[in-house]
């Protein structure tokens, strides 16, 4: 699914009626409809509901919406900022509809701030709200009376669900917060989600202990071919129809490939089992562990499922260079399909260098996490993914030490960088943090919208670095797709253990728990609607 700027979905309009004919009032009335069919849906015990409109499309939308809840028997009311005379367009052809055939509908003209304070009392009966003020064309800051009436409902306790966007935000914006814009519970946006829909956060529901409320994408008639994007972005949530796929009834472990997990050192030996646990939970056929000897015993309480093989250390109890005389990594990697390497390898001795020495003596692929991104601190040109298959996982302060910057700075061209990181380097870079990102050689992106704060614990990576080694050793010929669900389904466990639990005690092993919840999770429900954040409940 591309992920589309302003301009883009302007031009997809244009394309779907002049190329495609499809006219542009078909659209309107597919957007007020998919409004009206998620109320419907989400909202079942909701009578009575105010839809606020603007004079554009956004309010068109509206006014579809608002026809169409008054034809299920819902008690519809419009407030409307401007006169009714002023609506040009599709809007207009939408107002006339709505008052024609649901006479029912009062529509409020608001033409001063006398006019918007005697709709308060209504706003506040309401079951409620939907904004449709204005949507993706607009260009912030909100002013006038949308600006009043941003600030009339901030103050009421009831649930709104944005058209398109929230009133306010630009749908260019990839900022996480956006000023001055309406609240949102939910979002309903059309055709496909613009970069505001991805980066923002746009909806909060406090009431059911979510991080996120939903955010959804509905069609409306644009065909496919009138969707098209040079931003090379892409939502990671698409590829996830790779971990849908049912198994051969005539499987065995040998098709689903083996990964060796390299990592563990004296007092981490909890990283490379919680790595191999997700390995495991993701459907490997064969994992097998190779950590330091002295945590051996420890790594292998994971699961006995696990296979492991003892390793020499130093002094300090990390890996010692020991491992890789004569011919001692040919046999530790001998018929493994995807090596992951780091997860608590540390930093004491032989063990960077050990980490460089087997990513580049490795041909299968490779994901390096952790201590093993550390030991190419300053070294990352050692880093070349050409005819081969490297997969990193960094955080922004491993990032920052690979490409020799500041977190800050990092931080302020997460996209930029991370496309250059790639495409320099031939490989796959999944930067993590708000909104990781999937980076792929061939300079295309695909953001991830899955997860919340709960994931902020010790373990996170190592169990994303199990699910990613897990991905790739099922699906060899597919590494893009492989990697891009590997990040949205660890999002997504954890978005169920936030669901189950709470954001504060959710552990990492919590989320291995979850990947089943997110493997039988479908990202479009019966109605048509793809969740790009939010569960459906």
Known sequence: MNILTAEEMGAVDRRTAEEFGVPLQSLMEGAGDAVARFCLRQHVSVFRTVVLCGKGNNGGDGFVAARRLAQTGWQARVVLLGRMEEVKGEAAIALERLRRETPAVVVDEVLDEAGLKACAPMLSDADLLIDAVVGTGFKPPLRGLAALLREMVEGIDIPMIAVDLP?????????????????????VTFTAPKRAHMF?????????????????VAEIGSPEKAVISTGGLTWTGTSKVLAEKPRDVNSNK?????????????????????ASLACLRTGAGLVTAAVPKS???????????????????GSKGAVSFKNLDGAKLDAL?????????????????????????????TTVPVVIDADALNAFAGKAHLLNGKGRV?????????????????????EADRLGLARRFATEH???LVLKGWRTLVAHPDGSIAVNTSGNPAMAKGGSGDILT????????????????????????????????????????????????????????????????????????
């Open 167 to 187: 009133s306010g935000w630009d749908a260019n914006s990839m900022e996480q917060t956006a000023e001055g814009s309406f609240r949102a519970d939910a979002v």
């Open 466 to 537: 199990g699910i990613v080694a897990a991905m790739l050793a099922q699906f060899p010929g597919d590494v893009a797709r492989a990697v891009e669900t590997a990040v949205y389904l660890h999002g997504l466990a954890g978005d169920f253990a936030a669901k189950a639990m709470d954001e504060h005690t959710v552990l990492a092993t919590d989320t291995v728990t979850h990947l089943s919840d997110a493997f039988r999770y479908r990202v479009t429900d019966e109605d048509g609607f793809t969740w790009i954040c939010g569960l459906r409940g």
């Open 333 to 361: 990697v001998k018929q493994i399909s995807v090596v992951a390497v780091g997860p608590g390898l540390s930093t004491e001795g032989d063990a960077p260098a050990f980490a460089r020495q087997v990513v580049e003596k």
């Open 295 to 313: 945590v051996a015993d420890t790594v292998a309480g994971i699961a006995p499922e696990l296979m492991m093989v003892p390793l020499a250390e």
């Open 200 to 216: 923002g956060h746009l909806t909060r529901n406090e009431k059911t202990g979510g991080t996120f409320g939903p955010v959804v």
């Open 254 to 274: 040998g098709k689903f490939g083996h990964v060796l997990v390299i990592g563990g050192s004296y007092g981490k030996a909890g990283a490379p089992a919680m």
């Open 390 to 410: 490297l997969v990193l996982t960094p955080h922004p302060g491993e990032m920052a030490r690979l490409a020799g910057l500041t977190v800050k700075e990092v």
């Open 426 to 428: 031939k490989l796959t």
